[in-house]
């Protein structure tokens, strides 16, 4: 267990201005789990993809059970016995689970012995309790499923380090706890796994010790024994955080949004939303949760008028059309996108000119359409980013050359700037440093204070705890069930999850 | 700055390269260059030709500017231009044969022309918005139907009299005609064609219409989420791109031409991408590049006047000058680093 198989030394890489990393040291014993806890942008990802060739370093050296090597490619790594599972993965949703775990390997030969790695393959998901269906093709899987591929994957080839960068981000509680087994079984095989997250719970869960990284730099490596949230959250974060909101207990008025019976479709043909009725009032958080691609994206998108539905949505009593995101907006409907930078900011345009987008959308603008002078928008701009925190060298700055929390702040900013009388947020936090998360938290509370109502879509449960007054759960374009956002429920959230009725 | 560097390298790049063309035709490429330039730009009869040929460039290269703009490939303007053309020349001869008066007249044929161009860009605008059909493919195919559809005209039902069987129409009447000032060609259209890149830069900085054209040129989705009906600023930006160089088909007819023929523009719909593209899509930039184009195009006559080069080679610079200048685009962006391993 002492024995160190890999040592990095004095890591640096930087991208033009931006320092990823600078000086870092990391270690790793052989049948560890060594958490690399950070902040999204911390440069955890960057230091494990120079670890699998795909950056090179600027400065440092990679030890290799003592001997100094080089990896210039994820190939190199490979054959140094060195694998990752990426957050997003790299398989062939038309092929089979045993064609994608042949696709990887070198001793594939033309005509490829399929039986023979089909038979392996179920040898490995016995011997390591990971259940997979050999023939299944993979856009059948789930993401939990299609992540043990990965895993099978990285066994068949022998890995002795593996990377898993944020592997619980798709997974119900539940398979979570299965992936955690999985990992153990792993490192009680001799394999050391090296776990990138930046949830706190998951980390003290799993690993033998913990490295944090800020701002690209190590702050220090613990024995997970002897540490506890609240010390990590401080190395994270350099001070100390609240990691409970102080949720007030909520007055809810009339409904402000309803919705009867909504069919979404999805961007693949097969209906995502099927059948969905609920109601949100006036200063009350609801919180929908629910593992991703379970129609998230297609609800929210179904609300704001960005997708077509058929059902009934109501806002403020009265029938939206569907498709008509103006008139949405018209109603003081405000959307916090998935996918900010792709559905809701323009990256090639100033920050003053994202803030104002709904310029003639808007209800609380009156511009002349024919004598507009976008100069005249700089001054606001500025006031909004002063309040909102903002960190742009100017509202001239092109919002692409911002970071993804300050792309957030724009858009929270313009959307509440708007008066809402219904925030849609879907995953508001994701990307974020906990010190952004903290914003976003207090900026909704501050708005279900002021009684509007707020659908909240989010991934992390532990966000949904902290700020929805219900939670529903969405499993398969459905509303399961309801629950109290409460830790004490989390078991039978994520049966829920997972698909199990009440 | 830097894309003004970008902009003045490639068009270095594409002057190397056609000196070396002029090279392999065994003459010297400096004094080509001198003959390209020195005539029509260091003497008043040429200046005043550059600028007649200013003219259909300058409303073609605006009228592609707004829908490139917001991302629209509308290479279109040729088939625009010659519809507009040939709208004018329908109103000129054969709708309005009572009107003799030119202050009813002109502003007649103007909008003719002006429609017919703005159809000319309806028909792939709403296809793109509603079916999806790509705008490059639609406006090259529909460029090809107005060209042969003059060319029908031309050499078919109106011909005209006196024209010893060549196929040019009849002259327009005399109310028909722009105000012409002197022998050289210098006409009113010139006047018009600066107001219009006055005009549209008014649109595309100071309305609502160019600040939407802005955002979903930028992003399409966020333009959606911001409430912008994208269909209708799609077919919108086509119809009036279209409009503009519609009426400089009817400007080239009445102010230049006096009468329709095949062949009559030398491809100006499309030098008009390279100098939108050149001017990088500002208005008042595009008056000054189509000026240069337009003198280019009298140099590269003078060329194979007394140089015996001839004069097509003008469309193998733009040609390359365009290369050059998406290519400039990519090191805009990227940096190319040589990695040892």
Redesign the interface.
């Known amino acids: 267990m002492s024995e160190k198989i890999l040592e990095l030394k004095n890591i640096s890489k930087s991208f033009s201005n931006l320092i990823a990393n600078d000086s870092v040291d990391f270690d790793l014993k052989k049948g560890e789990i060594h958490a690399l806890l950070g902040e999204n942008g911390a440069g955890k990802t960057t230091l494990m993809n120079i670890l699998y060739g795909i950056y090179?370093p600027d400065a440092g050296e990679i030890f290799l059970d003592g001997k100094k090597i080089v990896i210039?490619s994820p190939r190199d790594a490979i054959e140094n016995g060195i694998g990752m599972i990426q957050q997003h993965f790299s398989l062939v949703p038309s092929f089979s689970v045993v064609q994608n775990v042949a696709l990887g390997l070198k001793e594939m030969g033309i005509i490829p012995d399929l039986s023979k790695i089909r038979k392996k393959i179920i040898e490995l998901s016995d011997r390591y309790k990971i259940s997979v269906e050999p023939d299944a093709k993979i856009w059948q899987l789930s993401a939990g499923e299609q992540q043990r591929v990965e895993i099978i994957k990285l066994l068949y080839v022998k890995s002795k380090i593996m990377i898993l960068d944020e592997p619980t981000a798709i997974l119900t509680p539940q398979e979570a706890k299965g992936l955690f087994e999985t990992i153990k079984e792993m490192t009680a095989n001799e394999a050391s796994v090296i776990f990138i997250s930046h949830k706190l719970k998951e980390v003290l869960e799993i690993s033998d010790r913990v490295t944090v990284l800020r701002h690209g730099r190590v702050i220090g490596t613990v024995e997970t024994k002897g540490t506890n949230e609240n010390d990590l959250a401080r190395m994270m974060v350099g001070r100390d955080v609240v990691l409970k909101t102080d949720k007030k207990p909520s007055h809810p008025s009339k409904p402000i949004l309803e919705i009867e019976n909504i069919h979404v479709m999805g961007d693949k043909g097969i209906e995502a939303v099927r059948g969905v009725s609920l109601e949100v009032r006036g200063g009350e958080i609801l919180g929908i949760a629910g593992v991703e691609g379970n129609g998230q994206r297609e609800l929210g998108e179904a609300i704001?008028g960005?997708r077509n539905y058929t059902g009934n949505i109501f806002i403020n009593g009265s029938k939206v059309r569907p498709g008509d995101?103006?008139e949405?907006?018209k109603n003081h409907v405000a959307?916090i996108?998935q996918d900010r930078k792709?559905?809701?900011?323009?990256?090639?345009?100033p920050v003053y000119?994202n803030l104002f987008?709904?310029?003639?959308?808007?209800p609380i603008f009156s511009?002349n359409?024919?004598?507009?002078?976008?100069e005249k928008l700089r001054e606001p701009s500025e006031k909004v980013v002063k309040e909102f925190s903002i960190a742009a060298s100017s509202v001239d700055q092109e919002v692409k050359f911002l970071s993804g929390g300050n792309m957030q702040k724009v858009v929270l900013a313009r959307e509440i700037k708007s008066h809402p009388k219904l925030i849609i947020a879907v995953h508001p936090t994701r990307g974020l440093d906990v010190g952004a998360e903290e914003f976003v938290y207090n900026v909704l509370l501050a708005q279900k204070e002021k009684g509007t109502a707020i659908l909240l879509i989010a991934g992390d449960l532990y966000e949904i705890f902290n700020l929805s007054d219900r939670v529903g759960v969405l499993y398969e374009g459905q509303i399961i069930g309801y629950s109290e956002p409460d830790e004490s429920h989390i078991e039978e959230i994520g049966l829920m999850m997972a698909g199990v009725k009440k | 700055m830097s894309i003004f560097i970008s902009s003045l390298i490639s068009v270095l790049i594409a002057l190397i390269f056609l000196g070396f063309i002029i090279l392999s035709l065994g003459d010297d490429p400096f004094e080509a260059y001198w003959q390209l330039v020195s005539w029509a730009m260091g003497t008043v009869p040429g200046l005043i030709q550059s600028l007649v040929s200013m003219m259909p460039l300058l409303f073609t290269s605006l009228g592609v500017l707004i829908a490139f703009k917001m991302k629209l490939w509308n290479i279109g303007a040729e088939g625009q231009f010659q519809m507009g053309a040939f709208a004018a020349t329908w109103g000129a001869l054969y709708l309005f044969p009572n009107i003799h008066n030119p202050w009813v007249m002109i502003p007649l044929l103007m909008i003719l022309g002006a429609a017919f161009g703005a159809f000319w860009g309806f028909l792939p605008g709403i296809m793109r918005a509603y079916l999806g059909v790509n705008e490059i493919l639609s406006t090259l195919m529909l460029n090809y139907v107005a060209i042969y559809w003059v060319n029908y005209l031309t050499y078919g039902p109106w011909k005209g009299a006196g024209s010893y069987n060549f196929p040019i129409t009849a002259k327009f009447p005399q109310s028909a005609i722009l105000p012409q000032y002197g022998s050289g060609g210098l006409n009113f259209g010139i006047i018009i064609s600066i107001i219009m890149a006055f005009f549209v830069l008014y649109l595309v900085k100071y309305t609502k219409f160019g600040f939407h054209l802005e955002i979903a040129g930028d992003n399409l989705r966020a333009g959606e989420y911001a409430g912008i009906n994208v269909k209708k600023l799609i077919i919108l930006a086509m119809v009036i791109g279209g409009a503009i160089s519609g009426i400089g088909g009817m400007a080239e007819m009445s102010g230049v031409l006096f009468r329709l023929q095949p062949n009559f523009s030398p491809g100006y719909g499309y030098t008009a991408v390279i100098i939108a593209w050149l001017a990088r899509l500002d208005p008042i930039a595009t008056i000054v590049v189509s000026f240069f184009f337009g003198a280019l195009l009298v140099g590269s006559q003078q060329l194979q006047l007394f140089m015996q080069i001839p004069s097509s080679l003008i469309n193998a610079f733009n040609g390359i000058l365009l290369f050059s200048l998406l290519a400039s685009e990519v090191f805009m962006r990227y940096r190319i680093r040589v990695v040892r391993s």
């Open positions: 090179k210039s704001y960005l995101v103006l949405r907006i959307y996108p792709a559905d809701a900011l323009c990256g090639g345009l000119k987008m709904k310029a003639f959308s808007s511009f359409p024919y004598f507009f002078y976008p």
